[in-house]
């Protein structure tokens, strides 16, 4: 605690910086939710006395001073935006891996105050960090193969790029520049890349993959025949119950080692004209001099699983363990499977844990016990309660022989002895199982001194402590949330998988990962269904012709569940609305009512996550609140001042100027514009919490391709990148007289999915080509690739300046400096609110910038302006952040929202992460 004494020399320096002093005023908690997830939540000290733990709400890293009956809180660092792992690299210094910043914090724990030393910049979203190399004295970083901070092309239009990378910074060297400079960057071939593992040794680092895939991929329904399955096309059944033909769709099939096949085996190889390799796991040599993936087949491993989550190493064997899952997605149909004989209810993936060794990849299934024909009786089964849905972060044994596995779905840690994992011979016992209290485990760490667990329980952000002897949890504290209660309570229902299905191992997040989406596609038609009529929500377009809802849909890709809000009806085809409750207009009339929407989708708990009836209004209602909240983060290919390069701004140009398509109709042509509505203040003027049309604003259009489907927002169509290789149609690309686009076999590709409802097309430029029909058309090859960077380069509800960081030391002014003005520029333009962390002695000093000076954690202190600022970065190291608008306050200088600044707190001896303890 901080006594009344330290009030004199804080007063002191009010003197030093001179200025007027502001009255301390109230104001309400501002949260921005993302919904990160985490990966490598804790970590131990080497010498076992701290516990480090990320704090993603509250953008922090706690520390815990462990002790002989438990935890006892010691400190709180500020890092950056959505921490979501961190690794010890000595018993003095921690570093953060900062999700939404692009940043690593390297945290400083020897002295009376721990605080960031420096910010590294990496690529963007970037999820896991260990150490490995020479002594250790390497950081490995993973994230995605883009970002503004990256020194490369990401290369969006270019086929066979991978999109991973691996960043390796040197700890005893960070180099020059604002966010240091990298000893290397390894491409992996593979998608965004989650987790990493290092061996014992720490010669070899693994990396794996996210979404890595399945080796499923997508036939385009304009090179199937459509007179169904007798002429080779569609399989049975080509009706609803009903007898009502179903629409054209394309069709998922499935790499048997040697053939794309479908579910009746006919082949499909020429319609196919690109490989997946399936490399889900890479091998790098951490001790080159360069570090680098080892050579040829040593350097990945395949086929290991579709999603997969997190790694560790077994010190002794040294074999890999992955947690994962494989999604059923070659399985067509929801629904009960009365007039079709397949259905996906109640069985969407498989949760695993692959073991890794000299031989491969060995998947072992972790729900042996539940039959799947059987389905769906009341939730809360014996056989349910012994399930496992999305296992997350591991920790094992130093012998190697006893590995716990958090389990985010069931509220529990699974306990497996490797030697049965590694030989397929474990059943899931419920001795076996510990249940811990605070909810959705996400990481564990095993403290073998004190014979304990940590558990990071993400539903309430707490730490459970498991006694390994008792095997039962022995206590529970929280860190301090400040998430609203609708996001507390609403996030179960999108991961509780004991709660949202029968058997206990599905759960909307099971394909919604994290509450975004698993690039694949689905065909999750329901035969069993009816035809629905369209809202009336349309727009004048393509005139009006067969607009009814097919139940038969035929393959989606999933959907993200984030920036729901403001953008009207659901589902690609907008069949999710709430036209039932009145006329559509704008902003939450009828159809345009997201949260009426969102309620619809109760139905998809018996008809697909597999349960034995709806959630109930109230808990649905919660899932509601809470997902309507889930913001997308800054887009990573704008330029960090929101302005577009040159050829983004032809892309805009032509976007919104040239009338590039005619409707067929009455001859009337129209701009991209005219369909994808851009306005960031669209709807502004009725108040609403999140306005802002990014390429779509809730309208449905009728005739075009097969079906009625809804204007997509375009928002994340940077991480759809990375499907080249699909055939010629009649429709969409090489026609006589427009540009040509190459479809050849384009050899290996990291996915097989890409734009469009069903992930059909594998860039924006092959959609181009059906807009080729007027004079100022998609004429030119050069145009479509601009407008496609400019699409990449999409505005979205945040500015890409957002979460950006920079620490400011007595070394570096130079060449932070400018970072420092680009961020004061954006918070006066409205962009974000700028904030910074310091330390004054002893205690902690926020600063919150008002437009013309910082106002800092102390009423007593004075506000101080930039060159007060570099006085205090003379003595200790700053750290500059630009966050959400709305949140300046709170996160910079008032933490629990109570109206007291945080530093008068830490004076008056009450929690500034307690709202409820005031001064």
């Known amino acids: 605690m901080v006594h009344h004494r330290l009030l ?28 990160s997830g985490q990966v490598r939540p804790m970590a131990l000290s080497p010498n076992g006395k701290r516990l480090y733990v990320v704090n993603t709400p509250d953008n922090r890293l706690e520390i815990y001073k462990v002790r002989k009956h438990g935890l006892q809180h010691e400190a709180s660092v500020p890092v950056g935006l959505e921490p979501v792992a961190v690794a010890v690299r000595s018993n003095n210094e921690v570093w953060v891996v900062n999700h939404l910043s692009d940043s690593v914090s390297v945290v400083s724990v020897n002295g009376a105050v721990p605080h960031v030393n420096r910010t590294l910049y990496v690529g963007d979203e970037p999820n896991d960090i260990v150490f490995a ?17 990256a020194p490369f092309d990401p290369q969006l239009t270019t086929p066979g790029v991978g999109r991973a990378d691996v960043w390796v910074f040197d700890a005893n060297n960070l180099g020059g520049g604002p966010g240091g400079t990298p000893l290397s960057i390894i491409n992996l071939f593979s998608d965004v890349p989650r987790a990493l593992a290092v061996d014992a040794s720490g010669n070899k680092v693994y990396a794996a993959a996210l979404n890595s895939g399945n080796q499923t991929a997508l036939v385009p329904l304009a090179v199937i025949p459509d007179t169904g399955e007798s002429d080779g096309g569609i399989p049975l059944p080509n009706v609803n119950h009903a007898g009502v033909p179903e629409p054209d769709m394309s069709l998922i099939v499935k790499y048997d080692g040697v053939h794309w096949v479908d579910e009746l085996g006919r082949t499909w190889d020429d319609k196919i004209r690109f490989n997946l390799p399936d490399k889900d796991v890479f091998v790098i040599d951490a001790n080159a001099a360069t570090p680098e993936l080892l050579p040829g087949d040593d350097g990945f491993f395949a086929h290991v699983g579709t999603t997969l989550f997190n790694m560790i190493v077994n010190p002794v064997s040294g074999k890999v363990y992955v947690t994962n899952t494989e999604a059923r997605n070659h399985v067509r149909f929801e629904g009960l499977g009365i007039f079709a004989d397949t259905t996906v209810r109640g069985h969407n993936v498989d949760n695993r844990i692959t073991v890794l060794d000299s031989d491969g990849a060995h998947p072992r299934l972790l729900n042996k016990h539940i039959d799947y024909d059987n389905c769906c009786g009341p939730i809360g089964s014996p056989e349910a309660q012994l ?29 497996y002895y490797t030697a049965e994992l590694e030989d397929d011979m474990f059943y899931p016992d419920a001795v076996d199982q510990v249940p811990v209290s605070g909810g959705g485990p996400t990481g564990v760490v095993l403290d073998e001194a004190n014979d304990r667990l940590y558990v990071l329980t993400r539903f309430d952000n707490g730490i459970s402590i498991v006694d390994t002897d008792l095997m039962e949890e022995v206590d529970h504290l929280t860190m301090h949330n400040p998430e609203p209660d609708s996001i507390v309570v609403g996030r179960r229902m999108l991961y509780d998988a004991a709660l949202t299905s029968s058997n206990g191992d599905q759960s909307c997040a099971s394909c ?4 975004d989406k ?26 009006v012709g067969d607009v009814d809802f097919h139940p038969m849909k035929g393959p989606m890709t999933t959907q993200s569940l984030r920036g729901l809000d403001n953008h009207g009806p659901m589902h690609w085809r907008g069949d999710r609305n709430g036209e039932h409750l009145g006329p559509s207009a704008q902003p939450n009339g009828g159809a345009f009512n997201e949260a009426a929407a969102f309620n619809t989708f109760n139905v998809a708990f018996p008809g697909l996550v597999g349960r034995d009836e709806q959630l109930t209004p109230a808990q649905m209602q919660a899932f509601t609140d809470f997902q309507l909240q889930v913001m997308y983060p800054p887009n990573p290919i704008r330029a960090l001042d929101n302005t577009l390069n040159a050829e983004q701004q032809e892309g805009e140009h032509f976007f919104n100027n040239n009338l590039s398509f005619n409707n067929f109709v009455d001859n009337k042509d129209f701009t991209c514009a005219d369909c994808h509505v851009i306005d960031p203040l669209g709807n502004a003027e009725y108040g609403i919490e999140r306005p802002g049309f990014f390429g779509g604003d809730g309208q449905i259009v009728t005739a075009e391709f097969s079906q009625t489907f809804k204007i997509p927002h375009l928002r994340n169509l940077y991480t759809k990148v990375g499907a080249f290789g699909y055939p010629d149609d009649d429709f969409f690309f090489n026609r006589p007289g427009l540009p040509f686009y190459d479809t050849s076999h384009q050899g290996d ?41 400019f699409v990449y380069a999409m505005d979205s509800n945040l500015k890409p300046i957002v979460g950006q960081q920079v620490t400011l030391t007595k070394h570096n002014l130079g060449t932070v400096w400018g970072q420092i003005n680009l961020f004061t520029q954006r918070a006066e333009a409205g962009d974000c609110e700028l904030i910074a962390k310091t330390r004054l002695g002893p205690v902690e000093l926020g600063l919150y910038y008002d437009g013309s000076s910082y ?18 970065a003379k003595a200790t190291p700053v750290t500059f952040t630009c966050v959400p608008p709305g949140s300046g306050e709170r996160l910079g200088i008032d933490r629990d929202g109570d109206g007291h600044r945080d530093g008068d707190e830490l004076i008056a001896g009450s929690d500034p992460a307690d709202a409820f303890d005031t001064p």
Do not use: C
């Open 8 to 35: 004199f020399p804080i007063l002191s320096a009010a003197l030093i910086f001179g200025a007027t002093t502001t009255v301390a005023r109230a104001a309400p908690p501002a949260f921005t939710a993302f919904e």
């Open 512 to 515: 919604h990962i994290f509450g």
């Open 749 to 789: 590709q990291i996915r097989s999915y890409g734009f469009t409802h069903d992930g059909s097309k594998d860039s924006p430029m092959r959609f181009f080509n059906a807009f080729a029909l007027t004079p100022d058309g998609f004429m030119e090859f050069e145009k479509m690739r601009k407008v496609a960077e």
């Open 387 to 415: 399930s496992v849905s999305q296992p997350l972060g591991m920790a094992i044994t130093s012998d190697g022989e006893v590995l716990y596995t958090a389990v985010l779905g069931n509220d529990k840690v699974a306990v």
């Open 518 to 543: 698993d690039d694949l596609a689905w065909d999750l038609g329901d035969p069993d269904g009816d035809v629905t009529p369209t809202p009336s929500n349309i727009k004048d377009f393509l005139g």
């Open 855 to 872: 106002t800092t954690s102390f009423w007593a202190l004075p506000d101080i302006g930039q060159l007060a600022v570099l006085f205090l």
């Open 133 to 149: 190399g020479p002594g250790g004295s390497r950081a490995f970083i993973s994230a995605a193969h883009r970002g503004q901070n």
